[in-house]
């Protein structure tokens, strides 16, 4: 099934850098989602991007969406501790059905 | 939106035993999603629960291992059958508001010993 490839994997930035997350997916979607979990709990939706938009922005967050290159990234700005946590990608491409990516473990250094 | 309140938030099991979750919303929703997150993995769908209806499952997993009930709209169970330790992972409720943003319950951590 499809699934998003996210990298990097990890990504461990000091407090106050910006931190770049991309997610990549394989089939058409509808939309591509954000989510965060922190320390194994329920996700929280962060941020969301149709198919025919290419940047959304939400506070400190920056979505991009390129669907030629089946590509998006988020971006956190001015990172504070409490971004600590996994990020995730997901795709909407059937019934309201959910595909995640494998997530970004960020860590954001005092 | 939508609130969901997921227990038990964590258990530690025997193998052999099985353990029920419960997922309870406080709307009326029309599906349900369960899933399982493997220890530092994604999530993977395990079943769609409609009300009224069998659960649908996903490639790989099966009605036996992990029957699904859903007596009304704002309410589902999920059980995890003849536990193994291959099972210990964290199990997610899901519901979709809007047909687009999904909302989560807290997880259920089961450790299976």
């Known amino acids: 099934s499809q699934q998003g490839e996210e990298d990097p994997q990890a990504l461990s930035i000091q407090e106050g850098e910006n931190a770049t997350m991309n997610c990549s997916y394989k089939t058409s979607i509808n939309n591509l989602q954000w989510y965060r979990q922190n320390s194994g709990r329920g996700l929280v939706h962060l941020i969301l991007i149709r198919s025919n938009e290419r940047e959304k922005h939400s506070g400190r967050l920056r979505v991009t969406l390129d669907t030629s290159k089946k590509s998006s990234s988020l971006l956190i700005t001015a990172s504070r501790a409490a971004d600590t946590a996994s990020y995730f990608c997901?795709?909407?491409?059937?019934?309201?059905?959910?595909?995640f990516g494998q997530g970004t473990r960020l860590t954001i250094n005092p | 939106s939508a609130v969901i309140s997921q227990k038990p938030s964590r258990d530690i099991c025997q193998r052999g035993t099985s353990l029920t979750i419960q997922c309870q919303v406080d709307?009326?929703?029309?599906?349900m999603f369960w899933y399982r997150q493997q220890p530092g993995q994604s999530l993977t769908l395990i079943a769609t629960a409609n009300q009224g209806s069998e659960a649908t499952y996903e490639s790989g997993f099966v009605i036996d291992k992990f029957p699904i009930s859903r007596p009304n709209l704002t309410f589902s169970t999920l059980t995890v059958s003849n536990l193994s330790p291959e099972d210990s992972s964290i199990y997610l409720c899901?519901?979709?508001?809007?047909?687009?943003?999904?909302?989560f319950g807290q997880g259920t951590r089961l450790t299976v010993v």
């Open positions: 997901a795709t909407d491409t059937r019934a309201q059905k959910l595909v």
């Open positions: 899901s519901v979709m508001v809007g047909g687009t943003e999904a909302f």
């Open positions: 709307s009326q929703v029309t599906m």
